[in-house]
């Protein structure tokens, strides 16, 4: 299983990024995916998850200015963000559970200055 995250940059306040997750190795339009973030000295957490029929779930602090989508013909994941705000800085994680086994891509960095 291979994750890939791209898109991650810095941002002004306010700005929106898109953030890919290709994925590999896996049948990925039976599977939901996920993104999390981890900012700086903090825990990981969940950001927005995205079931096989396209179902979506947001945590509180991104309801509303962020999206996840998905293209099960090119095997990605997308988040997009809007009016990004500094405490959106993070690492950002796509990841998909498979028999209760996590598989996480490598990061992408996200940083929004004020």
């Known amino acids: 299983v291979q994750l890939q995250a791209s898109g991650g940059g810095l941002v002004q306040a306010g700005q929106s990024l898109r953030l890919s997750c290709a994925a590999s190795?896996?049948?990925?339009?039976?599977?939901?995916m996920y993104w999390y973030r981890q900012p700086p000295g903090k825990q990981r957490e969940l950001v927005a998850a995205?079931?096989?029929?396209?179902?979506?779930n947001y945590a509180d602090s991104v309801k509303g200015r962020f999206t996840i989508s998905r293209d099960n013909t090119k095997s990605t994941v997308y988040l997009q963000g809007n009016s990004l705000k500094p405490d959106d800085t993070a690492v950002y994680y796509c990841?998909?559970?498979?028999?209760?086994?996590?598989?996480w891509g490598v990061g992408t960095l996200v940083t929004v200055s004020s």
């Open positions: 190795g896996i049948i990925f339009s039976i599977n939901t």
């Open positions: 995205i079931t096989s029929s396209g179902t979506t």
């Open positions: 990841n998909v559970n498979l028999r209760g086994v996590d598989y």
